[in-house]
């Protein structure tokens, strides 16, 4: 199939999105996925969509990467090994993913002439400087193997865009939630296992005071910022902040679980985790001015759709209210 463009882990949460937004939209798209994180169930919403190319390969293959970059204009390039813990566990496989894996997709998409790569980044690249909210031009500070990896991508995107001509586009995603997130796996995202653990009636596991906050992004903003970045004009090169401008701390979290399910839900308080961040908030200007992003699903709205989510697809009956 002739794609349009290439979503690179669009089996998992945030490439499935941004596929069906682009199925949506009328584009042909072409996903590569390993399937070590992300599943076929994620795409079942394109079951027999012939607009839809699903290759089964990993990005630290560059091979690989050269036959999906093949005819596409641009690739969004989502795969990656995500969550700091598990990069503090796994260093190695967090460089090889998230490292190789964003070099060989920038070598692959100068040898095939690919327009643009908008990139996913993050926010931990910023670290844990006490200085909110997070912007640009503040200099990278990781305290993770993740967020090492992160900067590292970003550095290879500028070179890629300033010596070959590539256009990259990089986005710092501030903690993304939403449907279809796992919330099972032994790294799981915090809003997918709350809303598990309250649905099943278990103890909410709390790293630290549950004091600290995050800028939590609902996956539609995700979603239209890539949009967006595919499409701005003269931003080759640049990364911008992806989140909502606003902070929710994990007790206040809890508190709208609580109200939502109906019920007061038992917390258990563990040791903060080695590379977490106590605070983060987005300044999200730089986007609203040269992309053109507004975030279009609040925190309170994004939250209650992705509880009525976990509430029907878990099979408990437990709906928010």
């Not at 539609?220 to 890539?226: G, I, L, P, W, Y």
Request: charge should be neutral; aromatic fraction near 8%; hydrophobic fraction near 40%.
């Amino acid at each position: 199939m002739q794609a349009d463009c290439l979503v690179t882990g669009g089996a998992g949460f945030v490439g499935s999105h941004l596929v069906e937004r682009l199925l949506r939209e009328g584009a042909r798209v072409r996903v590569l996925d390993n399937f070590s994180t992300g599943s076929e169930a994620n795409l079942a919403f394109a079951a027999g969509n012939g607009h839809l190319e699903v290759l089964r390969g990993d990005v630290r293959d560059l091979d690989t990467v050269e036959r999906a970059a093949r005819g596409v204009a641009v690739i969004y390039h989502q795969a990656a090994m995500r969550s700091v813990p598990r990069s503090v566990a796994d260093p190695l496989g967090a460089n090889a993913h998230n490292v190789t894996g964003t070099l060989n997709v920038l070598e692959a998409a100068r040898r095939a002439g690919v327009r643009r790569v908008v990139y996913a980044s993050s926010s931990s690249v910023y670290g844990d400087r006490p200085d909110l909210p997070k912007r640009e031009e503040q200099p990278p500070a990781p305290v993770s193997p993740y967020a090492v990896s992160k900067v590292a991508g970003e550095h290879y995107a500028a070179v890629w865009s300033r010596l070959f001509g590539i256009e990259t586009v990089g986005l710092r995603y501030f903690n993304v939630f939403g449907p279809r997130q796992d919330p099972a796996s032994e790294y799981a995202a915090v809003i997918p296992r709350f809303i598990l653990w309250g649905l099943r009636g278990e103890p909410l596991e709390v790293h630290g005071d549950g004091t600290q906050s995050r800028d939590f992004t609902y996956i539609d903003n995700v979603v239209e910022a890539n949009l967006l970045a595919a499409r701005a004009e003269g931003v080759g090169g640049e990364v911008f902040n992806v989140g909502c401008g606003d902070r929710v701390s994990l007790l206040a979290i809890i508190a709208r679980l609580e109200a939502l399910l109906g019920r007061r839900l038992e917390r258990r308080h563990t040791p903060r985790r080695p590379g977490d961040v106590a605070h983060t908030l987005a300044d999200v200007s730089k986007a609203a001015r040269l992309l053109g992003y507004r975030p279009c699903v609040g925190f309170d709205e994004g939250f209650r759709r992705t509880v009525d989510y976990f509430a029907r697809t878990l099979g408990d009956g437990a709906a928010a209210r």
